[in-house]
């Protein structure tokens, strides 16, 4: 079944959007010092956004197993990695998330839970924002818009709704509040093939919006561009604005971004256990491979230092240079500056 499923992805990768990337040449970029994980434990999720890089939806079965969490967990430690980011799918509907949080947390790491918010409200999960405020694990959570027409039309019907439910339930905690130190960010796409605006402005926007008409505080606002890859790239090429879209971020590239880009200090892990540049390059599947004939497991990188070899990039690669830069993170001025 995994290997139909991933085959279909493939399929649909090869047909609409990849000749058209790996023709685009970007500039060549190594890694740094190594200080994020980010690890992907599932395709499943309760929703199927139209920006979905993953193509994560409720019929998705792919999750990632407990003996390879405990292969990450052991990455972690071995590799002292600082930040552990993990993501979906809904991350949280893994049935190992909680023991991969707690065990992270035992060794001291950061963890990033890339929260969809209306998980929270799903059976079973009822004292998930407990759990993680008691891990202090720090919330990225993605709101597209702070108005309901846009967010529904872009996640679903009633989905602002239960973002703003499930936002007050994390402020409620502490989330949110510099006092508390329990961080809560937002995450912001564009509707449509069109480079975000600034972050600082819209991150302005955002606070004054969500407090007024619903008394909701939020730390950051992270802007990130529309990797034009899987359902978005297909709904680009569908559309015949994939090539617009493209010309887009080529010609809004500056090579100041090149410095921060997340790839630099972070691997990608899918759910099976492989290693890609990053999260991006896994929806392509472009791995990281050995001798040019073998995928590399991260079992296999338990005590190498992986600082200064090459990243595999290509066309999609300046959606994260474009204009004031995307990353996980949110965007790289800082870094252009």
């Given at each position: ?13 090869m047909r609409d959007t990849w000749p058209l990337l790996d023709k685009i040449r970007f500039p060549a970029i190594s890694r740094d010092q190594l200080d994020t994980l980010q690890v992907n434990v599932g395709y499943r999720c309760n929703q199927s956004c139209v920006h979905c890089h993953v193509n994560a939806g ?39 998330f909680r023991r991969l949080v707690t065990a992270a947390r035992d060794l001291g790491v950061r963890v990033i839970d890339r929260c969809n918010l209306t998980v929270l409200e799903l059976d079973g999960q009822q004292d998930l924002a407990a759990f993680l405020a008691a891990q202090q694990v720090d919330i990225v ?197």
């Amino acid at each position: 079944m995994r290997t139909c499923i991933r085959n279909s992805v493939t399929e649909l990768r090869m047909r609409d959007t990849w000749p058209l990337l790996d023709k685009i040449r970007f500039p060549a970029i190594s890694r740094d010092q190594l200080d994020t994980l980010q690890v992907n434990v599932g395709y499943r999720c309760n929703q199927s956004c139209v920006h979905c890089h993953v193509n994560a939806g409720p019929n998705r079965t792919e999750e990632m197993a407990a003996e390879v969490i405990d292969i990450v967990v052991a990455f972690l430690e071995r590799q002292r990695i600082s930040t552990l980011d993990i993501t979906g799918g809904a991350p949280e509907l893994n049935p190992h998330f909680r023991r991969l949080v707690t065990a992270a947390r035992d060794l001291g790491v950061r963890v990033i839970d890339r929260c969809n918010l209306t998980v929270l409200e799903l059976d079973g999960q009822q004292d998930l924002a407990a759990f993680l405020a008691a891990q202090q694990v720090d919330i990225v959570a993605s709101l597209p818009c702070y108005s309901a027409d846009n967010v529904n039309r872009q996640r679903g019907k009633g989905v602002f709704d239960a973002s703003i439910r499930g936002l007050r339930r994390l402020n409620a905690l502490g989330y949110g509040d510099e006092r508390k130190g329990l961080v809560l960010n937002l995450v912001y796409n564009p509707q449509g093939p069109s480079l975000p605006p600034p972050q600082d402005s819209l991150e302005a926007d955002y606070k004054r919006e969500l407090l007024e008409n619903f008394g909701i505080v939020f730390n950051r606002l992270f802007t990130l561009a529309n990797m034009p890859i899987q359902r978005f790239g297909s709904m680009l090429v569908s559309k015949g604005q994939f090539d617009t879209y493209l010309d887009l971020l080529q010609q809004s590239h500056l090579d100041a971004n090149l410095r921060g880009v997340m790839c630099r200090s972070m691997i990608s892990v899918d759910y099976e256990g492989y290693v890609y540049d990053c999260d991006f390059n896994q929806m392509l599947d472009l791995p990281l491979m050995r001798n040019d004939t073998t995928r590399v497991h991260l079992s296999d990188l338990l005590d190498q230092n992986l600082a200064g070899h090459p990243i595999r990039v290509a066309g999609h690669c300046f959606a994260c240079t474009a204009g004031q830069g995307s990353s996980c993170g949110g965007a790289l001025k800082d870094a252009a500056e």
